[in-house]
Every structure is written in structure tokens, then in C-alpha cells.
């Protein structure tokens, strides 16, 4: 399997044959923050226009098809004129936390973008609490909703973002139990070993049944989480025009929409790092041949698509379910998820005391 | 290393939202307009303030919120030592963790689960 630890190396060679031993470090971070920003603009992008052609193709429409060979450059295109037009500062509103509100939802979401294992050896940053500091860092991105729908000194900004605090606070819980279960069963919170680990099998498979349930639940609260597909009624538009962000114009509004699709992303290759096995292929004890040909394709190709799976899972909840009320979302949360999560926490300490896993 | 690492990704994401910012506020166009500034409202002008009391419901639940997620920080060092503490950690860990069900038990009781 391709190693990218040896590209990192090699550019650090060639960086210090060339430059002096003071700034290899420096011309190495601006690599790595020119790495970050490419890989999230392009990834959003990516998703932006999927999420049209789903949607589409759901619906028995075409999608954007005139920009580029099949609409592929729509969503550029759309970024562009996004970049040109005007940040209207609206009368009356909180200009400090109108203006920080963007940064506090991208910098929630470029670190977290900043700390998943893409492939064997390209990982950023890699704690050895990882996972606690996914959860944290995610949770930044609630503060910037509510900033947003607070500054913006409209009512149904102000509706929009309440909803979504109640909801991504609640929802927060049980996707913290449910990493909370695996971590129970891997034993360490760092994210590259938590991938090491499942060489042999992913977790998803070696965890019985109480890792199955975790997985579900931690898809149905991702869904929430990232304020999509039946949980939308943050910026219900029949209801609250955009929530949040009705205020915003031009970029401002682009930095959340961005924002929305890469927590999407984030979700999904969390799912993928802590219950699909991360960018290990798929290998089955005792089948040699089979294990040696899986090893054959490339450790990114198999988290990409891995993530494009579980993406696509989520968008099917979309444009499937109807929207919930909010009683109802807060009843699916406090009622049925929580209490399933405490129990399958239970369960898997008793699968992992007793050892009656893989 | 990997807190400089997460400081270099800290200051990509500020230097994304400024320059972009920046870039944008050089290309757009602007005109003025008095009728351009006001709040978003189907057209129809603002009744009152925006900024007011609001439902207390959602205090609650961010309320409840801060007992669980506060227990999942207590459970996470747990986690990482279920193997080594054993069945005597485990004892412990359900006895916090049932204290802390009851509390939920009687929030539901109470109705403050109920949306209303």
C-alpha cells in the first residue's frame, strides 16, 4: 500500500537541501495550510455539486448540466459569483458578532477537516485525543450559529438559530455516547490508532451488535447535527426563509453554506474512521489472496469512497423523510436515542469485560 | 509538533474567512440605498425588537444538555481504561452513570422533556 509519510519526507529533504534550517519549519506549515485550504474549498465544492445531482436524480430531474462537461463546474461557478457580490450590512445589527459569526462556523470546521486520517501517513493533526477533540472542536461551530442568528437582529434569524442550538446541543450528546461506545471497545482516543487497530476487521463487524446500534444512532445524529435532510428545521425555508443566515449576503452567506457541506464531510469520514475501518481496505482473516488483492488499491481511494457511501446514505434521509416539528425532534433525541445509547454503552462494556468480541 | 500543527490549521481557517472577506469586498460593486438596509421581512417593515425574551423551553434543554454531556467527559478517561480497571471500574461507572439516569428519569416525569 501507497506510504504518503514518503512524500512528506521527500518534500522535507528537498526543503532542506534547498533552504536554510530556519525556515524549512515555516515554508512547511504554509504547505500544510495550502494543503488544508485546496483540500477543503475542493472537497465542498465536490459536495455542492453532488448534493445537486442527488437531488436531482431523486426527483427525476437533470441537475445542472450546462457549466462545464455534466454541470461539473456549476458549483465553481457559483463560488465565483458569490465572490463578487456585495456584503450588505443591514441596519441595526451587532456588527462585531455579525462579522465573527463566519469565522467561528469555518474555524469549527477547517479544524476538524484538520485532524481525520485521510490515507496511510496523511493525517495533520493527530492528538492522542483525538476523538475528545473532534467532539470539542465540532461543538465550536453551535456558538457561531447562534451569533449569527443573535447579531442579526431579525426574527426569524433569531427563531432559526435557537432551533438549531436546541437541536445540535441535543444531538451532540448522543454522537458523543456513540464515539463514546467505540472508544469503550478500541480503548484509545487517537485517531491514527484507532485505525490501526482495525486491520484485521473494522470495528463495525468485530463490535456484535452493540457497535451496529452505535453506528446507526451516530448516522441518525450526524444527519441532525449537521442541520440536514429530516432534522432541516433550522432554516426551514417554507417557514423561516433561511434561518440562521437570512441576514447574510454574498460570502458571508458562502462561508455557511461551505461550512454546512464540509460538516457533512466531517460526519461522514468520522463515521468511516471510528466504525468503517478509516482508509484500511477490507481484509477477512484467513483469506490471503483476497486480503492481498484488497491491499492493491490505495489507501485514499478506499476512505474516499467509503466516505462517499455513508454521504450518500445521508442525503437519501433528505429527500426521503419529511421535515420533524420540533417536538418531535426533541422526543426522537431525549426519549429513544439517549436512552438506547446509555444501554448499548452498557451492553458493549460487558462485550469488552468479558471479551466476547472478535 | 501537534499543537503547532493545530495552531497552522487555526490560522488557515482566520486567513480563509479574511481573505476571501478581503477579496470579496474588492470585487463586489456597492450602491446605496436607504431600503437596502432594512431587516428581512417579506417587505413588510419590523414590528418591534428582535432582540427579546424568548421561549424558555430551550433553556431547559440546554440545561439538560450540560448534565449529560458533562457525564460523557467523565466517562471518556473511563473509556479509555475499561480493559485495565475491569469489572470493579465498571461497578463504579454504573453507579455514577444510574445517578445520573435517575436525574433523567425524573426530568421525564416531570414533563420537561415535553415540548410545549
Same mark, same amino acid.
Given at each position: 500500500?501507497?506510504?504518503?509519510?514518503?512524500?512528506?519526507?521527500?518534500?522535507?529533504?528537498?526543503? =532542506?537541501?534547498?533552504?536554510?534550517?530556519?525556515?524549512?519549519?515555516?515554508?512547511?506549515?504554509?504547505?500544510?495550510?495550502?494543503?488544508?485550504?485546496?483540500? #477543503?474549498?475542493?472537497?465542498?465544492?465536490?459536495?455542492?455539486?453532488?448534493?445537486?445531482?442527488?437531488?436531482?436524480?431523486?426527483?427525476?430531474?437533470?441537475?445542472?448540466?450546462?457549466?462545464?462537461?455534466?454541470?461539473?463546474?456549476?458549483?465553481?461557478?457559483?463560488?465565483?459569483?458569490?465572490?463578487?457580490?456585495?456584503?450588505?450590512?443591514?441596519?441595526?445589527?451587532? =456588527?462585531?458578532?455579525?462579522?465573527?459569526?463566519?469565522?467561528?462556523?469555518?474555524?469549527?470546521?477547517?479544524?476538524?477537516? %484538520?485532524?481525520?486520517?485521510?490515507?496511510?501517513?496523511?493525517?495533520?493533526?493527530?492528538?492522542?485525543?483525538?476523538?475528545?477533540?473532534?467532539?470539542?472542536?465540532?461543538?465550536?461551530?453551535?456558538?457561531?450559529?447562534?451569533?449569527?442568528?443573535?447579531?442579526?437582529?431579525?426574527?426569524?434569524?433569531?427563531?432559526?438559530?435557537?432551533?438549531?442550538?436546541?437541536? /445540535?446541543?441535543?444531538?451532540?450528546?448522543?454522537?458523543?455516547?456513540?464515539?463514546?461506545?467505540?472508544?469503550?471497545?478500541?480503548?484509545?482516543?487517537?485517531?491514527?490508532?484507532?485505525?490501526?487497530?482495525?486491520?484485521?476487521?473494522?470495528?463495525?463487524?468485530? %463490535?456484535?451488535?452493540?457497535?451496529?446500534?452505535?453506528?446507526?444512532? #451516530?448516522?441518525?445524529?450526524?444527519?441532525?447535527?449537521?442541520?440536514?435532510?429530516?432534522?432541516?428545521?433550522?432554516?426551514?425555508?417554507?417557514?423561516?426563509?433561511?434561518?440562521?443566515?437570512?441576514? #447574510?449576503?454574498? /460570502?458571508?452567506?458562502?462561508?455557511?453554506?461551505?461550512?454546512?457541506?464540509?460538516?457533512?464531510?466531517?460526519?461522514?469520514?468520522?463515521?468511516?474512521?471510528?466504525?468503517?475501518?478509516?482508509?484500511?481496505?477490507?481484509?477477512?482473516? %484467513?483469506?490471503?489472496?483476497?486480503?492481498?488483492?484488497?491491499?492493491?488499491?490505495?489507501?485514499?481511494?478506499?476512505?474516499?469512497?467509503?466516505?462517499?457511501?455513508?454521504?450518500?446514505?445521508?442525503?437519501?434521509?433528505?429527500?426521503?423523510?419529511?421535515?420533524?416539528?420540533?417536538?418531535?425532534?426533541?422526543?426522537?433525541?431525549?426519549?429513544?436515542?439517549?436512552?438506547?445509547?446509555?444501554?448499548?454503552?452498557?451492553? /458493549?462494556?460487558?462485550?469488552?469485560?468479558?471479551?466476547?468480541?472478535? | 509538533?501537534?499543537?503547532?500543527?493545530?495552531?497552522?490549521?487555526?490560522?488557515?481557517?482566520?486567513?480563509?474567512?479574511?481573505?476571501?472577506?478581503?477579496?470579496?469586498?474588492?470585487?463586489?460593486?456597492?450602491?446605496?440605498?436607504?431600503?437596502?438596509?432594512?431587516?428581512?421581512?417579506?417587505?413588510?417593515?419590523?414590528?418591534?425588537?428582535?432582540?427579546?425574551?424568548?421561549?424558555?423551553?430551550?433553556?431547559?434543554?440546554?440545561?439538560?444538555?450540560?448534565?449529560?454531556?458533562?457525564?460523557?467527559?467523565?466517562?471518556?478517561?473511563?473509556?479509555?481504561?475499561?480493559?485495565?480497571?475491569?469489572?470493579?471500574?465498571?461497578?463504579?461507572?454504573?453507579?455514577?452513570?444510574?445517578?445520573?439516569?435517575?436525574?433523567?428519569?425524573?426530568?421525564?416525569?416531570?414533563?420537561?422533556?415535553?415540548?410545549?
Amino acid at each position: 500500500m501507497f506510504d504518503f509519510s514518503v512524500v512528506t519526507k521527500w518534500v522535507d529533504m528537498m526543503l =532542506r537541501q534547498w533552504l536554510p534550517e530556519s525556515w524549512v519549519l515555516t515554508t512547511e506549515f504554509v504547505l500544510i495550510g495550502l494543503c488544508v485550504l485546496v483540500g #477543503y474549498a475542493i472537497i465542498a465544492l465536490v459536495l455542492i455539486y453532488v448534493e445537486r445531482k442527488v437531488c436531482a436524480f431523486f426527483q427525476c430531474r437533470l441537475g445542472p448540466n450546462r457549466v462545464g462537461p455534466y454541470g461539473l463546474l456549476q458549483s465553481f461557478a457559483d463560488m465565483f459569483k458569490m465572490l463578487t457580490k456585495e456584503l450588505i450590512e443591514v441596519n441595526h445589527v451587532d =456588527r462585531f458578532l455579525f462579522n465573527l459569526a463566519p469565522y467561528i462556523v469555518i474555524i469549527s470546521s477547517v479544524l476538524a477537516f %484538520g485532524c481525520i486520517p485521510f490515507a496511510k501517513g496523511l493525517e495533520i493533526i493527530d492528538f492522542n485525543v483525538g476523538v475528545f477533540f473532534l467532539i470539542a472542536v465540532s461543538s465550536i461551530g453551535i456558538v457561531g450559529i447562534l451569533l449569527a442568528g443573535w447579531s442579526s437582529n431579525n426574527k426569524y434569524s433569531l427563531i432559526g438559530a435557537m432551533r438549531s442550538g436546541a437541536q /445540535m446541543i441535543s444531538y451532540e450528546l448522543s454522537i458523543g455516547l456513540s464515539i463514546l461506545t467505540m472508544v469503550v471497545f478500541s480503548g484509545t482516543m487517537q485517531l491514527s490508532t484507532i485505525v490501526a487497530e482495525q486491520a484485521d476487521g473494522w470495528f463495525l463487524f468485530r %463490535g456484535h451488535i452493540p457497535a451496529l446500534i452505535a453506528f446507526v444512532v #451516530y448516522l441518525i445524529a450526524g444527519t441532525a447535527e449537521t442541520n440536514r435532510g429530516p432534522f432541516d428545521l433550522p432554516e426551514a425555508d417554507s417557514e423561516l426563509t433561511a434561518g440562521y443566515h437570512t441576514e #447574510y449576503s454574498g /460570502m458571508h452567506f458562502g462561508f455557511f453554506y461551505l461550512a454546512e457541506y464540509l460538516n457533512m464531510f466531517v460526519v461522514a469520514s468520522v463515521a468511516t474512521t471510528i466504525f468503517l475501518g478509516g482508509w484500511m481496505p477490507l481484509h477477512i482473516p %484467513g483469506w490471503e489472496a483476497f486480503n492481498a488483492a484488497m491491499d492493491w488499491i490505495p489507501s485514499l481511494l478506499w476512505f474516499i469512497a467509503k466516505v462517499a457511501v455513508v454521504i450518500f446514505i445521508i442525503m437519501w434521509f433528505k429527500w426521503t423523510f419529511p421535515r420533524l416539528r420540533i417536538d418531535q425532534l426533541l422526543r426522537l433525541e431525549w426519549k429513544y436515542l439517549l436512552p438506547i445509547n446509555l444501554v448499548n454503552l452498557l451492553l /458493549m462494556v460487558l462485550v469488552v469485560v468479558f471479551e466476547l468480541h472478535f | 509538533m501537534n499543537l503547532a500543527l493545530f495552531v497552522v490549521v487555526l490560522l488557515t481557517a482566520i486567513a480563509l474567512v479574511a481573505v476571501a472577506l478581503t477579496l470579496s469586498r474588492l470585487l463586489s460593486p456597492r450602491s446605496f440605498n436607504k431600503q437596502k438596509g432594512e431587516a428581512y421581512e417579506c417587505g413588510i417593515p419590523t414590528r418591534g425588537r428582535s432582540w427579546m425574551q424568548f421561549k424558555v423551553g430551550y433553556y431547559l434543554f440546554a440545561i439538560l444538555f450540560l448534565m449529560f454531556d458533562v457525564e460523557a467527559v467523565f466517562l471518556f478517561p473511563w473509556a479509555v481504561t475499561v480493559r485495565e480497571v475491569g469489572v470493579m471500574g465498571l461497578v463504579n461507572v454504573i453507579f455514577f452513570v444510574v445517578i445520573l439516569v435517575l436525574g433523567l428519569a425524573y426530568a421525564w416525569k416531570k414533563g420537561a422533556l415535553e415540548w410545549k
